[in-house]
T-cell receptor, first 112, second 115 residues
Framework: AQSVTQPDIHITVSEGASLELRCNYSYGATPYLFWYVQSPGQGLQLLLKYFSGDTLVQGIKGFEAEFKRSQSSFNLRKPSVHWSDAAEYFCAANFGNEKLTFGTGTRLTIIP | NAGVTQTPKFQVLKTGQSMTLQCAQDMNHNSMYWYRQDPGMGLRLIYYSASEGTTDKGEVPNGYNVSRLNKREFSLRLESAAPSQTSVYFC??????????????FGPGTRLTVL
């Protein structure tokens, strides 16, 4: 079955430290991949998306993600997190059926 | 440009009551969506409207109805609310339905509690 997995429910990092959020998908072909961020009490905002081409994708707010076909992964990274990055992050995929399938989300906590 | 707006922001219902969640977008998008968000389950699609005049069931449509009132507005109705419908509801819109690469834009959500 087509699915998106975010194995980490909750991650805590120190301000200024690097961040990597994991996302894996299950699909026979390469899906279209997205990362969204949800700040407390807000809707979802698109950080970045991958369709084809360069496997390293740059997004807003200093985030980037790398698509690795061999690992069926699309991990989100940021070199140095800020307190304002505390939020919930969702990986999503379109498996060619015009619908988005979301992962269960990873909640990011930043400690001073 | 307000983007996607939703009303109300919060609502408490008693079991069996009905209500309609409103959604509007000002981006001239063709497609609109309703999701529910539950802890540990991510977002699940309830209903969608690929274009004005059409609606289709998503992953979890039971207990809900929708109306695409015009190109801008897409409402979600709970006819007889149940505690299992306690959730956060998000409306979203996108320009095209048949483009797998299209971006969905989300509203701020409605937090619904059914007692």
């Amino acid at each position: 079955a087509q699915s998106v997995t975010q194995p980490d429910i909750h991650i805590t990092v120190s301000e200024g430290a690097s961040l990597e959020l994991r996302c894996n998908y299950s699909y026979g072909a390469t899906p279209y991949l997205f990362w969204y961020v949800q700040s407390p009490g807000q809707g979802l905002q698109l950080l970045l998306k991958y369709f084809s081409g360069d496997t390293l994708v740059q997004g807003i707010k200093g985030f980037e993600a790398e698509f690795k076909r061999s690992q069926s992964s699309f991990n989100l990274r940021k070199p140095s997190v800020h307190w304002s990055d505390a939020a919930e992050y969702f990986c999503a995929a379109n498996f060619g059926n015009e619908k988005l399938t979301f992962g269960t989300g990873t909640r990011l906590t930043i400690i001073p | 440009n307000a983007g996607v707006t939703q009303t109300p922001k919060f609502q408490v219902l008693k079991t069996g009551q009905s209500m309609t969640l409103q959604c509007a977008q000002d981006m001239n998008h063709n497609s609109m969506y309703w999701y529910r968000q539950d802890p540990g389950m991510g977002l699940r699609l309830i209903y969608y409207s690929a274009s004005e005049g059409t609606t289709d069931k998503g992953e979890v449509p039971n207990g809900y109805n929708v109306s695409r009132l015009n190109k801008r507005e897409f409402s979600l109705r709970l006819e007889s609310a149940a505690p299992s419908q306690t959730s956060v509801y998000f409306c979203a819109s996108s320009e095209l339905w048949d483009s797998t690469t299209d971006t969905q834009y989300f509203g701020p959500g409605t937090r619904l509690t059914v007692l």
